[in-house]
């Protein structure tokens, strides 16, 4: 009895939460499908759309990655002085100072591939076999609910005028299947059921830019050089790293090592006898990323527009340096990088070495029309060929101006107009003297002939390069063609359908003409009523 | 003969159209209205020509290739490209719509820009291009966006127009929002009219922003100027409030329907959107690439563009929504305008970064 009673117990027990688990299932299920159809909304797409704009709009008002004064003194123009500071804590405790590398941005954005990949994946297959689906001809009185309807009474018998419809049927671009119907025909065609595609196309070039981002910022690097003119050098600056001096020292000999052996990271680990991945992660910690190679600046330049302060072009002639061999040689500039090895050197800024003397190279030519090349240090002179001239360099300024006096002036630290100033002797006397500037040839003419031209101070500057091996970037490209091309075919092209019913009619037929245009409505009916001036046309002809 | 005169041309031949699309409006008299079309067409062909010499003359002066002597570098040639594509998209439409009633507005609107950019003092020189612009993305990247520009323009007006003819009741949330809207554009072009009149200055318009923009009207030394141009900005807002359906009634006039109006709407930003897209984000990135070595670094001209973007993706997206049909959507559409127009100016004369060459060194 009391076994009965338990096996009852326990089958009721069995029963209960087997039921219970059901509902629980159920309610799961129900749940899941719910979030499912949140992620997939459109809805949700228009929220996420406008978050990420009503943000990026904070982002690009407050500087981002900034010293925190400038936010604070633009803070301060919104919101008064009082209470800039308070609202900097708070907009900087949110991460809108550096708001594209928050955690809050990056969810939104994989919030947005989500719902981009949820809602393709929830509407493809049912778009796919709209896609697919064969066109079949329809009941006469469904071709009265078509968004496109014709009518048109033409003399004759279906059989008779039955070419001239097929005819008007081809004429507007349609490939038709025909069906026989108890008093005439019917004709059924489709085209662009691809073009449904388009908005998946496009949404999908969205992802894969997200996943060229991600791979580019997984396996390349962004990083930056100042290369003096006549340096080379083996490695970049990814970021700076604060480093103790001890670590600065050690950075600095591993540099120099690399630099000894042009970069090449195996033979300088076996120098320093260390393992090759123990190197590269010492270097990263560093905030280096070895090139693998040397590169080195040849020279740098700057173009002026003819009497403008306006640059006209930035150049640097770069040498790429491997195993002590010169393997690829450039002159780069804004919107001329060069590449090798997948790493890509940009011209980005330039400037002056602080302390750097440099030489100064000029080119002399005597009135007779002999020519030398002088590579010569500040103060030093030279003597124009087949002369007993001889000049030295006096002075130099990197910006020469005139003030009102006639005074020689300098008006900036850059090389916007560089000039020398040169004192010409003969025998020990004083013969002439004056500034030569290296933008005006005019300047370097002596009296009697004589051409002392400034080519260059060379070693004073330096090119900055921003430097970047980006292995995404080629799926950033594809998704960009895969993207231009969804957007063309989501909004120039479109799916069209066409019904023509040839039906007889007192000896004569009436064509009843239905269609649909998922787009673009108003092209398809001028197409259509084409279509009728053509029957109409073959039935004059026919008459 | 140079670019100016034809430039004058097309100013005085767009405002005489105007009147005479008025006319047209209070006649209806097909003949007037061919005459306004005339008109505009001569105008719109002699700013063509206008800009092509333009063209010629810089290709000449900078001595670079045909493709990077676009005139389309500054602030002043950028403008009289927009008035260009903003007509160019008014006579399709008035083409494919066979309806002149636009005219009226869109003429004006061209006139009075071209006369404005023309008395402004903007800088007319023909300037030599610095390094990042040398390049043959230049061409691709700013005639596209700026097509795409004057799309999204007047997808603004006839989306305003559309919440005109919408709206009914003056507690309506439709009818406030466009009344305001068109009494803030009102209140700033008033605004910068009287800075005009007050300074009587000819200077870069970076420069006049950042030193004369609403000095004489909100950001006035004197407290008293700034109470009162809040008071009337106020009183402006009120009178388009309150005689706001007289606008109704003149544009039912058109002969335009609602539903016409949200067409046009959609279909300027059907195209205007793929060609801000790939002329606009998709070129500007890879040029961006090839000069600086990123394509994207979100600096604010990039991230405005993106607002942009997003806010008519807004727009597309919102036209599948039961709740968001008609007038949601042209409240969007509005406001996207409001994006371009930041994006265009306010990133260049009020905020920093790598593309604001067009601001002050």
């Known amino acids: 009895m009391n076994n009965v009673c338990i096996i009852w117990v326990k089958i009721y027990l069995a029963i209960f939460l087997l039921k219970e688990f059901f509902k629980l299932a159920q309610e799961r299920k129900a749940i899941t499908e719910r979030i499912w159809e949140l992620l997939a909304s459109v809805k949700l797409a228009i929220v996420i759309f406008s978050l990420i704009s009503l943000t990026a709009v904070i982002g690009t008002v407050l500087e981002q990655r900034a010293e925190p004064a400038r936010n604070i003194l633009i803070l301060t123009r919104l919101f008064g002085e009082t209470a800039a500071p308070t609202v900097y804590k708070i907009v900087e405790r949110l991460g809108f100072t550096d708001m594209y590398h928050s955690w809050w941005f990056t969810g939104l954005l994989v919030l947005f591939s989500t719902n981009i990949v949820i809602c393709s994946l929830d509407r493809l297959p049912r778009i796919w076999r709209l896609i697919r689906e064969p066109i079949k001809p329809i009941k006469a009185e469904h071709i009265e609910t078509a968004g496109i309807r014709r009518e048109v009474l033409l003399k004759g018998k279906p059989e008779k005028l039955k070419g001239a419809v097929t005819g008007a049927i081809k004429a507007i671009g349609f490939n038709y299947g025909e069906s026989k119907e108890d008093k005439g025909y019917q004709f059924y065609c489709q085209r662009g059921n691809y073009t449904r595609l388009g908005v998946y196309i496009t949404h999908l070039s969205i992802i894969l830019i997200l996943i060229g981002v991600l791979v580019g910022i997984s396996f390349g690097f962004k990083g930056y050089i100042n290369l003096p003119e006549g340096r080379s050098y083996p490695a970049v600056f990814l970021q700076s790293v604060p480093l103790t001096p001890q670590e600065e020292q050690d950075r600095d000999s591993i540099l120099n090592t690399l630099e000894a052996f042009w970069g090449n990271i195996f033979r300088a680990s076996e120098q320093l006898g260390i393992k090759e991945e123990a190197l590269k992660e010492k270097l990263k910690r560093y905030g280096v990323e070895p090139l693998g190679f040397s590169v080195r600046c040849d020279d740098f330049d700057v173009e002026f527009y003819d009497n403008s302060q306006m640059p006209k072009r930035y150049t640097s002639w770069l040498s790429v340096i491997e195993d002590g061999k010169e393997v690829l040689k450039k002159a780069i500039g804004v919107n001329d990088p060069l590449r090798y090895k997948g790493i890509t050197f940009y011209q980005s800024s330039y400037g002056m070495i602080p302390g750097a003397s440099g030489w100064f190279i000029l080119k002399v030519t005597s009135n007779t029309g002999a020519t030398e090349i002088k590579r010569l240090n500040f103060g030093g002179s030279f003597t124009i060929p087949g002369t007993d001239i001889e000049g030295v360099i006096k002075d130099f300024s990197p910006a020469l101006s005139f003030d009102k006096q006639g005074r020689a002036i300098t008006f900036s630290e850059m090389m916007i107009n560089p000039a020398v100033f040169i004192e010409f002797r003969e025998g020990g006397k004083q013969k002439y003297s004056g500034w030569i500037m290296k933008r005006n040839l005019l300047t370097g003419r002596t009296p009697e002939g004589h051409e002392v031209q400034f080519i260059d101070l060379w070693g004073v500057q330096y090119t900055g390069l921003q430097v970047r091996r980006d292995p995404g970037v080629w799926i950033v490209y594809l998704a960009s063609v895969t993207m231009s091309l969804g957007l063309l075919i989501a909004f120039f092209m479109n799916h069209r359908k066409l019904w023509v019913r040839v039906v007889e009619e007192k000896g004569n037929t009436r064509v009843y003409i239905g269609a649909v245009a998922n787009k673009n409505r108003a092209a398809f009916e001028r197409k259509i009523d084409k279509m009728i001036i053509l029957l109409r046309k073959a039935e004059g002809e026919d008459r | ?235 402006i807002i009120l009178i388009i409030w309150r005689f706001g359906t007289t606008l109704k009634t003149i544009i039912e006039r058109f002969n335009i329907s609602a539903e016409t109006l949200d067409e046009i709407t959609y279909k300027s930003i059907a195209i205007g959107f793929p060609i801000f897209t790939l002329g606009g984000l998709i070129f500007g990135a890879i040029w961006a690439d090839q000069a600086w070595g990123t394509y994207w670094s979100w600096d604010p001209k990039e991230t405005w563009s993106l607002i942009t973007w997003f806010v008519y993706a807004f727009y597309l997206h919102g036209r599948l929504l039961r709740g968001w049909r008609g007038k949601g959507v042209a409240i969007v559409a509005v406001v996207g305008f409001t994006a371009v127009i930041f994006t265009y100016l306010g990133v260049n004369l009020l905020l920093s970064g790598l593309h604001a060459y067009g601001g002050i060194e």
């Open chain 2, 1 to 235: 003969m140079n670019s100016s005169v034809f430039f004058g041309i097309s100013t005085m031949a767009y405002i005489i159209a105007m009147i005479i699309y008025i006319t047209y409006l209070a006649f209806r008299n097909r003949n007037i209205g061919i005459i306004a079309t005339t008109v505009t067409v001569i105008g719109f062909l002699s700013q063509t020509m206008a800009i092509l010499m333009r063209w010629k003359e810089f290709y000449e002066i900078s001595g670079m290739g045909i493709l990077r002597s676009v005139p389309l570098t500054n602030l002043y040639e950028s403008m009289i490209f927009f008035v260009w594509c903003l007509i160019l998209g008014y006579l399709v439409i008035e083409f494919r719509y066979k309806n002149r009633s636009f005219g009226a507005f869109v003429t004006p609107v061209a006139g009075l820009a071209l006369a404005f950019i023309n008395i402004s003092g903007m800088s007319k020189e023909i300037q030599p291009l610095i390094p990042a612009l040398q390049s043959n993305w230049l061409l691709a990247h700013v005639t596209m966006s700026f097509i795409s520009y004057a799309a999204f323009a007047l997808s603004f007006s006839t989306g305003l127009m559309y919440l005109i003819l919408k709206a009914d009741k003056k507690t309506q949330a439709t009818y406030i929002f466009w009344t305001f809207t068109l009494g803030i554009f009102i209140t700033l072009l008033l605004a910068m009219a009287i800075d005009f009149l007050t300074f009587k200055v000819a200077v870069k318009p970076e420069v006049f922003i950042k030193s004369y923009l609403f000095k004489a009207s909100f950001l006035n030394s004197s407290v008293t100027t700034r109470i009162v141009s809040w008071v009337l900005t106020a009183a």
